[in-house]
């Protein structure tokens, strides 16, 4: 069982900057797994932001490559996300997901966490 929890959501100018963090507990081998943040708006689809492996590989998507940063502290279970030059298109809820299988390519995990509100002001 994997517990997901986000932290660092909040209300930003345009331009200005947030770090989400989620920690992650449960029976889980945190170093190997998949980490990777989504996030979604009323009536749409939940995307990729970012994801990360167990060995610091990235994966962006196109709309925040240059302005947000995913890292991760496997010492402290933790997956960070990085966000800057927030624009108000970011706005959002923000979701931590995990998935511990072997890494054979990016997909999305089984484990979310109950996700963060970010909401960005013109």
């Known amino acids: 069982q994997v517990h997901l929890v986000e932290s660092g959501g909040g209300l930003v100018q345009a331009g200005g900057s947030l770090r989400l963090s989620c920690a992650a507990s449960g029976t889980i081998f945190f170093s190997i797994g998949v980490m990777g943040w989504y996030r979604q708006t009323p009536g749409n689809q939940r995307e990729l932001v970012a994801a990360i492996t167990g060995g610091g590989l990235t994966n962006y998507a196109d709309s925040v490559k240059g302005r947000f940063t995913i890292s991760r502290d496997n010492a402290k279970n933790t997956v960070y996300l990085q966000m800057n030059s927030l624009k108000p298109a970011d706005t959002a809820v923000y979701y931590c997901?995990?998935?511990?299988?072997?890494?054979?390519?990016?997909?999305?995990?089984?484990?979310w966490g109950q996700g963060t509100q970010v909401t960005v002001s013109s």
């Open positions: 997901n995990a998935d511990f299988q072997p890494f054979t390519g990016w997909r999305v995990g089984d484990s």
